[in-house]
C-alpha cells in the first residue's frame, strides 16, 4: 500500500498550474485557467490513485485516462512531465509546429488513447474503453475527465445511458464544474445537484465533492467500483483556481497569460508548489494480456453466379464468417440490425455483440474507444443515420482510429422510405474523413471480400450496401482489392466509359446490352473502391472510349463517384459525364425513382446518344 501525503499532492497541483501556465505563455495561446481548474484533480488521479506504468502508457492494464475537456492540454502534459515521461523542457513547445504537444491531445502522444477536444466525445469512447477491459477480463478503470459547459452536448447523455444500462462500474466520470463557459456562465453554474440528477437518472452512482480539497478527491476516489453502477463525480471547483487575479473571473477562457502576469501568478504558486518527480505511482496488476492477433486465414465462401442476394445481407455473412475466427472484431449497432443482417453476428457471438440502441453519434464513439484497446469494431446503421455522427467520424479520423462502419439502405433504390431514409450523402462525407478508405460492393461476393479487405486495412474503412438484392457476378475466388477495379464489358471500339458501383452497375449492364444491339459498345467499370479509386482501370478503358466517361450512382452528384472520378481523371484530359441524383427525392418504386433521376439503364441509354 503506498502511503499518500496530501501535503504533497497539494504541492503538485500548484506546479501543475505553473507548467500550464508557462506552457500557455511561451505559446501565446491557449486555456491556462481551464487547466488551473482541473489541477487538483488531475494531481490526485496521475500521483495517488491511478494504476499505470508512467514509463509505458500503452501497457495492457493500464488505468485508462482521457481528457475529454481537451483544450486544458497543457495540465495533462504537464501531469507526463512530472511523472517523467515528458521532459519538462518540452512543456515549453507546446502549439509549435514540431511539437507533439499539440493544442489538444492526439494519439501522435503514447498516452493520448483517442483525439479530442470536439465536447462531448470523451466518455463515449471511455465507454468503449471500459467494454473492451470487461471483454478482455482485465481490472484497469477509465477515468474521463469533463468539463461542465461539455456536458451540454447530447452525445454525453447517450453515452451515459449505455454505461449505466451495461453497468459499467469500471467507468469514472469526472465533472469539472468550474462554472464559467467561453462566453458566460455555463447553463447551470455551480447548482451541482442538477448535474447529480441527471447522472442519476441514467443509472449512475453519484458523488459531488470540492474539486480542490484533495482528501475528499481521494475519500471519493477509494470508493471506484463500490457496486455495479458507474461513478460520476462532481466536482465543484472555480476556473483560474489557485491564483488570486483570476480565480472565478470571467473573461479568461482561451487567453494566456503576459509574461508579466504569469510571473505574478507563479509568484502566488511557487512557494507551496512540489515536483511529482519520484513519487510512486501504485502498479497496474499483472493479469493475463489479451491476444490480438489476427488469424492466419479466413473461411472460404461460397455463392452461384447469378443467386439474388442483397450485399447488406452479404455484409453480414461476411461479419459472422471472419468474426467468428478473428476474436479482436466486436460488433456495434444502432437498433438496425435485423436490417444491417449484424444480427446474425450478434445471435452467434454475443459476448462481442454490443447494442448501442438509436444514439449512432455515441455508438461511433464507443466504438473509437473499442479500437483504442486493440479491436476491431465494425459498426452498422442505416447510412443515412451516420451523417449525425460525422463530428464523432471527423475526430475518430484525427485520433487515427481502426473503425470499420458499414452503411446500409443507400440512395433512392430503397424506395417507398422515402428521403429521410436515403443515404444520399455519404459518399462525399466519408471520402472527407482523414485517411478514409470507401468501398462500395455490388454483389454479394465483392461485398464479402471487402468486408475482408476492411479488417485488413488499418484506419477509417466505410462499406456501402444496398437494400434491393442483386445478382452474384463475380466468382469466389475473386480477388477486391483496395484501390482496384472491375472491367465487366471491353471491345475494341467502344464509345463510351460507363463506371457505376452498387445497383447503378446493373443499370450500366443493361444499358450495354441495349445499346448493343444499335450497334453502340459501351465499356462498363464496377468502380468498387471509391477511396482510393481504382483510377488505372479507369483511365485505361477511357483512353480507349475517345476520352468520354459516365459515372452513374445513386447518391447525390456532390461528392460521390462522378466527383471522385472527375477528380482523378480531369488532369489526364478525360471528360467526366454525370448521373446522379439531383434534386429531392420522394416515395416510389425504387424503379420509378432510378428512372425520374436517369440513373437507370434507359438513362444511360439517352446519355451515351447524347454524347
Same mark, same amino acid.
Given at each position: 500500500m503506498i502511503e499518500i501525503d496530501i501535503e504533497l499532492l497539494k504541492g503538485i497541483a500548484n506546479q501543475l498550474r505553473i507548467h500550464s501556465i508557462n506552457a500557455t505563455t511561451a505559446a501565446g495561446s491557449g486555456h491556462p485557467t481551464s487547466c488551473c481548474s482541473a %489541477?487538483?484533480?488531475?494531481?490526485?488521479?496521475?500521483? %495517488?490513485?491511478?494504476?499505470?506504468?508512467?514509463?509505458?502508457?500503452?501497457?495492457?492494464?493500464?488505468?485508462?485516462? /482521457?481528457?475529454?475537456?481537451?483544450? %486544458?492540454?497543457?495540465? !495533462?502534459?504537464? %501531469?507526463?512531465?512530472?511523472?517523467?515521461?515528458?521532459?519538462?523542457?518540452?512543456?515549453?513547445? !507546446?502549439?509549435?509546429?514540431?511539437?507533439?504537444?499539440?493544442?489538444?491531445?492526439?494519439?501522435?502522444?503514447?498516452?493520448?488513447?483517442?483525439?479530442?477536444?470536439?465536447?462531448?466525445?470523451? !466518455?463515449?469512447?471511455?465507454v468503449g474503453m471500459a467494454l473492451a477491459g470487461r471483454l478482455d477480463c482485465l481490472d484497469y478503470n477509465t477515468y474521463v475527465l469533463m468539463g461542465d459547459g461539455e456536458i451540454a452536448e447530447g452525445s454525453v447523455w447517450e453515452a451515459a445511458s449505455l454505461a449505466g444500462y451495461y453497468k459499467l462500474n469500471n467507468l469514472i466520470a469526472i465533472v469539472d464544474a468550474?462554472?464559467?463557459?467561453?462566453?458566460?456562465?455555463?447553463?447551470?453554474?455551480?447548482? /451541482?445537484?442538477?448535474?447529480?440528477?441527471?447522472?442519476?437518472?441514467?443509472?449512475?452512482?453519484?458523488?459531488?465533492?470540492?474539486?480542490?480539497?484533495?482528501?475528499?478527491?481521494?475519500?471519493?476516489?477509494?470508493g471506484v467500483g463500490l457496486n455495479d453502477q458507474p461513478l460520476a463525480i462532481i466536482a465543484k471547483t472555480y476556473k483560474g483556481a489557485g491564483i488570486s487575479f483570476l480565480q472565478d473571473k470571467d473573461g479568461w477562457h482561451g487567453r494566456p497569460l503576459t509574461k508579466e502576469e504569469a510571473a505574478k501568478a507563479i509568484a502566488e504558486l511557487q512557494p507551496n508548489a512540489k515536483s511529482g518527480m519520484g513519487v510512486a505511482i501504485p502498479k497496474p496488476n499483472s493479469l493475463m494480456e489479451p491476444k490480438n492477433v489476427a488469424p492466419s486465414s479466413f473461411p472460404p465462401i461460397s455463392y452461384k453466379i447469378g443467386d439474388s442476394i442483397a450485399t447488406r445481407e452479404a455484409y453480414g455473412n461476411a461479419l459472422l464468417r471472419i468474426g467468428v475466427v478473428d476474436t479482436r472484431i466486436v460488433a456495434l449497432d444502432g437498433d438496425t440490425k435485423n436490417s444491417t443482417y449484424a444480427d446474425k453476428f450478434f445471435k452467434a457471438v454475443p459476448e462481442r455483440g454490443f447494442e448501442c440502441f438509436i444514439a449512432e453519434q455515441n455508438m461511433v464513439g464507443v466504438s473509437t474507444g473499442f479500437s483504442a484497446r486493440h479491436k476491431i469494431p465494425f459498426s452498422s446503421t442505416f447510412a443515412c443515420f451516420f451523417t449525425r455522427a460525422f463530428d464523432h467520424i471527423r475526430v475518430a479520423g484525427i485520433s487515427q482510429s481502426n473503425l470499420k462502419l458499414a452503411g446500409s439502405h443507400v440512395g433512392v433504390s430503397i424506395g417507398e422510405d422515402g428521403p429521410s431514409q436515403m443515404g444520399l450523402e455519404d459518399l462525399a462525407m466519408m471520402r472527407a474523413v482523414v485517411g478514409s478508405t470507401v468501398l462500395y460492393p455490388s454483389d454479394a461476393v465483392s461485398a464479402e471480400k471487402l468486408v475482408e479487405q476492411m479488417v485488413l486495412t488499418k484506419g477509417i474503412c466505410y462499406l456501402r450496401t444496398s437494400r434491393p438484392k442483386t445478382a452474384v457476378l463475380y466468382k469466389n475466388e475473386e480477388a477486391?482489392?483496395?484501390?482496384?477495379?472491375?472491367?465487366?464489358?471491353?471491345?475494341?471500339?467502344?464509345?463510351?466509359?460507363?463506371?457505376?458501383?452498387?445497383?447503378?452497375?446493373?443499370?450500366?449492364?443493361?444499358?450495354?446490352?441495349?445499346?448493343?444491339?444499335?450497334?453502340?459498345?459501351? =465499356?462498363?467499370?464496377?468502380?468498387?473502391? /471509391?477511396?482510393?479509386?481504382?483510377?488505372?482501370?479507369? !483511365?485505361?478503358?477511357?483512353?480507349?472510349?475517345?476520352? =468520354?466517361? /459516365?459515372?452513374?450512382?445513386?447518391?447525390?452528384?456532390?461528392?460521390?463517384?462522378?466527383?471522385?472520378?472527375?477528380?482523378?481523371?480531369s488532369v489526364e484530359g478525360i471528360k467526366v459525364h454525370k448521373l446522379a441524383v439531383v434534386g429531392m427525392p420522394r416515395s416510389g418504386k425504387p424503379n420509378e425513382l432510378l428512372a425520374h433521376f436517369g440513373i437507370d439503364a434507359d438513362g444511360i441509354v439517352k446519355k451515351v446518344k447524347g454524347l
Open positions: %489541477a487538483d484533480l488531475a494531481a490526485a488521479l496521475f500521483f %495517488a490513485q491511478m494504476k499505470y506504468d508512467p514509463k509505458n502508457p500503452h501497457y495492457y492494464n493500464n488505468d485508462r485516462f /482521457i481528457l475529454s475537456k481537451g483544450h %486544458a492540454a497543457p495540465l !495533462l502534459y504537464a %501531469a507526463w512531465a512530472e511523472n517523467g515521461f515528458v521532459p519538462v523542457d518540452k512543456l515549453v513547445t !507546446l502549439r509549435q509546429f514540431d511539437s507533439d504537444l499539440e493544442g489538444h491531445p492526439t494519439p501522435r502522444l503514447a498516452f493520448a488513447d483517442v483525439a479530442t477536444g470536439s465536447l462531448g466525445q470523451g !466518455l463515449g469512447a471511455g468550474n462554472r464559467l463557459g467561453q462566453s458566460q456562465e455555463t447553463a447551470f453554474g455551480h447548482h /451541482i445537484s442538477i448535474y447529480r440528477k441527471r447522472f442519476e437518472s441514467f443509472g449512475w452512482r453519484v458523488e459531488d465533492i470540492d474539486g480542490h480539497d484533495i482528501e475528499e478527491i481521494l475519500e471519493v476516489l477509494s477486391f482489392p483496395v484501390g482496384g477495379a472491375k472491367v465487366l464489358r471491353q471491345n475494341a471500339g467502344d464509345k463510351v466509359t460507363v463506371v457505376a458501383a452498387g445497383v447503378t452497375l446493373y443499370e450500366a449492364l443493361k444499358a450495354a446490352d441495349v445499346l448493343k444491339n444499335e450497334g453502340i459498345g459501351i =465499356t462498363v467499370i464496377d468502380a468498387y473502391s /471509391i477511396k482510393p479509386l481504382g483510377k488505372k482501370e479507369i !483511365l485505361a478503358a477511357a483512353q480507349k472510349t475517345n476520352n =468520354t466517361v /459516365i459515372t452513374v450512382e445513386d447518391h447525390y452528384s456532390e461528392g460521390g463517384l462522378g466527383d471522385a472520378v472527375a477528380g482523378e481523371l
